[in-house]
């Protein structure tokens, strides 16, 4: 039990707050868009590491409130291409650091994640990825059925699914992690640290006078800044128009659900790329459940009763056990979709306005690498060469990331 | 047993239950007498059950509190089922009911020592702890997920039936109370189709339970009538779930999901009890007024012996009075208005009544179940006195129940004089009536219903509108009602105050979250989980949004509400599944097949053969004799009209406008990012007649992806049609494929007459037929497409005609050999997401030089810089080896070996007695014929060689003969 609780439980007065309410300032060295985990574990590492503080997140509602609250928190780094793996690996172990440094338990729990093959050339897939992963000395193998009945007894391995399971690519060091815990330990330690930060505050506009960015518009006023970081995911299009910087993405709605509270009755997080889908067990006891990303563009959040059926019936091809449980509650998050299913990190054509987006359905086990990349990336000016494979040019050159195959329903 | 008649009451008028017929069950092991039409809670009520579960977190005993399925507390395990709500699931005979989360007993719960300390699980207090040591995280994580959840799943868990209804109707109408009903037969009345939805098993609403039970009243009439009316139809026992754009709802009854299209929705969905936040305020015995009521009339149950009435209406005083006249003792009534703001309501009560103005409960007492109660005055600081009692019955106030409301987009706000919640602004089409629009009047509930269903009507174009004085008219109604809620949530005291009942949050916990920087309502909500369980929200959201306005100093109008997320009421996932039908694609010769000895295999949706017996033996006997294989699963479509060949053009990479009439050509398809989505052989059949084939599992999105660039501007004077499934079609391959064809057809075959990459109309064996001569396998091929209907004669005239010929059908395995044998690619297998036609060994198919065309300028890139990487063929070093496919080629390196590529396809080739294979090299590695590299196999790296073109036939000849 932690002092500091026993200290609680036995004063009248109240913890100290996570963070505090500041002055809008009219300018700042580092203006970041997006209170959600990208932007605030950059200004974080802006801090921490570089030592630079005038730095302001600006967010329009409150922390966590886009996609960094909203997602089903899988963290993983078993991704197809060595590029991927090396970077996404560099985050699960600051992930693994988390709690410490934060001395905020975020709960990360590895579970181990199995990606479910249905057919062979799924089967093809993971023995790829298993191999790419252990040569970059990720631990990832290809596991077969009677593996699989140990590590996961309700999963129905018999023929009697439309699609039986074949085989599936093992990877125990993945994970869940509470998200919003991490949101709330960036906040908390950028802010003590002299971060600003300003919910309910809106960007509407971006100044920009010479090809370079000078500042921001708020619903609040304006705010000078000489570098200005589009972290707005779902929204990172429409932030980047407004520095006149278009961005290959494309914003869709991703769905999920969780069910009522269960006793333990699933120990790892099973996707199936083949029927959409993928499910894991919150220490509170609500299985956990998404699938893929909507199939059209939108900015609505909603939510749609397709979702919900189609999910369910999955569902149950995986767990038949599973068809009195009942599920409590459905959401919807935007995801900015790019291209090649790989982030887009960098400078853009406008000197000073820079971005991380382009997360779409995966972004959130990123959030402590890209953070610190980015952080770097401002404090210094150079690319970090981990970073350098998202760069935004490389679309025009022709130079994309090839992440589709491990990145579409596994998030 | 149990005794089972200790509350049991006088038939009540109005109830449920049949009293005629008995039948038990078990709850905990005990055997408990029910009737037909108890829930599992009043049958346990009548025996004088009154704890039924434990909470979430502290392990609470808890009971029976609001008896209409919105609270956590009556959580138990039926059967193979958890978390069954027990005051909302009838009894049946034999059920065994268990309670939920304890251990070893309901009584005496292991785990109800960690209200002991409380104190140490404030709010977010799982953050706070178990940091260090790192290691033992798993340890307390894996406690604490057993102390978490609620119900289990048997893994045993047999299947059941499940389906799906659509419904069209004019009008929903959601609620069957005295709006619901009214709403329903005046829109009825104006002509409209009306849906009467209802989760209990009457209509009627409050009516059927509220106290005391009207002699007769305008109820019976309107159920009657609105079953009698043919516009009607009511659903009773269906609980609505949701509502999404355009008056999309769902709903449910038993094991059946409705799907409702309306044109308008009247939500009359009424509204539920409110808790007041107070000391030990969830301790069984503490019950709304809403389930003493219900309790008493429906199921003829008394909801405790000596009563407490706790309440700021006269509702509470009539809910009083009908207790008392149910041979309930009432000891006292506490009402929080002064006695002057009360209507004509305290002499119902017998003399030994005592009454209370002012007053309010400020805790109840008792171990494990009520005893009694502490009040204490409103105005003065004194000593609160205690109360003897079993029973506290809460009414202070409505929450209405406006989650489907909310869903609908409706701007709901706070009003600080009725001290509610209420409908603002309404979207187009929807329409709210009754308590949950803040009428609660019978008169005003009625006039809002029936103005509700004319709206509705008048909406859809079927009636004019009602007069806005009559809307003005009907508003001034409503306010002037008396008031049924109070604006006060909370009474201060010094024990634990349940805010939220789900996961045992306290207002205290909510202080402290609001200290620590959760200030506004979603954060608030996030960190300490209010309204994120069972009930989700319909106790705690209201109150929270209260105690965090108090907190932060803002007005419960600034303060907001949280977004309420679909469904209403959870719902298993086996409704939401229905039957779920996961379709199987069968090709018109999926019998021959099994009763040929195949072995199937899943392709896509499809089934197919993957072979007969032995590979091996198919692939000799294409290359030696001829082979038959069914490849109806490719995607088939039709392309008419002059602008085919510019449509052609656009989408793939190859040129079209010169290919001539009875020419066929292989294509390639890419995407706007120039990498390979397709591949497949266009057949010119006339002037404007297309003719093109996709990859088995390709076809359907393939189609889309046509369809979206069509409809898209490139659409001039061109149908696609997919006939994939008009046509089967089968390859015969192997030297004597042209004289088994010869047997059934009288056309002149031979290679002037129908050269290799041609296409012809033959009749075989009498059918028309479309005939490409192409060649995957390598061999002289003929692909046949006949009319579906047609495809099992084809093939057996086939078979009977190359019996002599020593024919054989193949599957897919022997295919996947033959093919590789050619080197021939496999979209998807032999190319990922980031393969261009250009490094995949085609170049010869990509026209840079045409116009405009997907995946033009990210070619013309990789042309002008070379390709990073090539697919290539390979031979092993170590004959016999064969590498599995997607094993790495590596580089050792000081630093350890390096990825420089991988291995897309391998088998043995039975023709070459050697291993060969496809895979991607770095493009100089691969640019070298006989170099080599190596595959990482189990850890150890075997040598390869790069071969470039085909492994057999390298010049094509046997396609030509
Ligand atoms: C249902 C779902 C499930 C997911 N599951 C996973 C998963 O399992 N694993 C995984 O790794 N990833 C997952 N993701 C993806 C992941 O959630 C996101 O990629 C990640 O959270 C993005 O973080 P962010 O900080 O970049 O953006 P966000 O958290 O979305 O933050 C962007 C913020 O910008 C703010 N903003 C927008 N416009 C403005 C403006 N004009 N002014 C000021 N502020 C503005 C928004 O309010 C928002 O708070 C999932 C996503 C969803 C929706
Ligand atoms: S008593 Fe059953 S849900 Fe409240």
Redesign the interface.
Known sequence: MSFKLIKQAFSSGQPPPMWKPQPLKDRYDVVIIGGGGHGLATAYYLAREHGITDVAVLEKRYIGSGGSGRNTAIVRSNYLTPEGVRFYDESVKLYGQMSEEFDFNVMFSRRGHLTLAHTDGAVRTMRRRAEVNRLQGVDSRLIWPDELARLCPPLDLSDHPRYPVQAALYHPPGGIIRHDAVVWGYARHAVRRGVHLHQLTEVTGITVEKGKVTGVNTRRGRIKAGTVLNVTAGWAGVIADMAGVKLPIATSPLQACVTEPLKPFLDVIIVSGSLHVYISQSDRGELVMGAAVDPFASYSMRGSFSFIEGLAGHMLELFPSLRHVRLMRQWAGLCDMTPDYSPIMGHTSVDGFLVDVGWGTYGFKAIPVSGKMMAQLIATGQTPDLIRPFRLSRFEEHNLVGEKGAASVGH | MLNNALYRLEPQAGETIDRAQTFTFTFEGRAVIAHPGDTIASALAAAGVHVISRS?KYHRPRGVMCMAGHCPNCLVQVG????VRACQTPAEPDMVVKPQNVWPSLKKDAMAFTGLFS??M?VG????????P?AM??LF?RI???I??????????P??RYDKQYLHTDVAVVGGGPAGLSAALAAAEQGATVSLFDENPQPGGHWRYALPAPDDGPLPDLAAQAEAHPGITVYPETTVL?C??DN?L?ARRGNR?F?IRAGAVIFATGAYDRPLIFDNDELPGVRFGGAAQRLLRLYGVQPGKRAIVVTANDGGWRIAAGLQAAGVSVVAVVDERPESEAGAVSHVLQADARVFWRHTIRAARGAGAVEGADIAPLDAQVRPQFIAGDLIVINIGLTPANGLLYQA?TKISYNEDRAEFLPETLPAGVFAAGRVAGSHAGATELAEGRLAGRQAAAFLGLAPAPPSAEITALAGQKAAGPKRSSARVDVPGSQKRFVCFCEDVTDKDL??AI????D?I??LK??S?IS???C?GKMCAANTIHLCARHTGQSVAQTGTT?A???LA?????V???Q?M?P?KRTALDAWHRANGAGM??AGLWMRPEHYGNPPAEVQAVRERVGLIDVSTLGKLQLTGPGAPDFLDRIYVNKWQKLGVGRVRYGVMCN???VVMNDGVTARLSETTWYTTTTSSGAGAIFEWMQWWLQSGWGGEVHVTNISEVNAAFNLAGPRARAVLQKLTDADLLNEAFPYMHVRHLTLAGVACMVMRIGFTGELSYEIHCPTGAAHYVWERLLDAGRDFGIAPFGVEAQRILRLEKAHIIV??DT???SDPISADMAWAVKLDKADFLGQR?LR??AQDGPAQRLVGFTMARPGLVP?????I?RPTAA??E?IG?VTSSRHSPTLNQTIGLCWLPAPLAGQPGATFTI?MNGKLEEARVHHGPFYDPQGDRLRI
């Open positions: 979430f193979d089922e958890p978390n104190r140490f404030p207090f799982y953050y706070k702890t178990f940091i260090r790192q995280w798993p994580e604490l997920r057993r978490a959840g609620l119900g289990k799943v048997n893994p045993a868990t299947p059941d949701s999404y754009e999309w769902s999901l799907k987009q202080e402290t200290a620590e920087g959760f506004s979603e954060l996030r960190y989980t994120m369980g069972p989700q977004t997320r679909p469904p959870p719902v298993s996932l086996g939401l599944a229905g779920n996961e199987v295999m899943v706007d990012e120039g998807g297998q990922d997401a980031l990210p890139q990789v599995d496919e997607g094993l790495q590596v350890g070996p990825i991988w990482r």
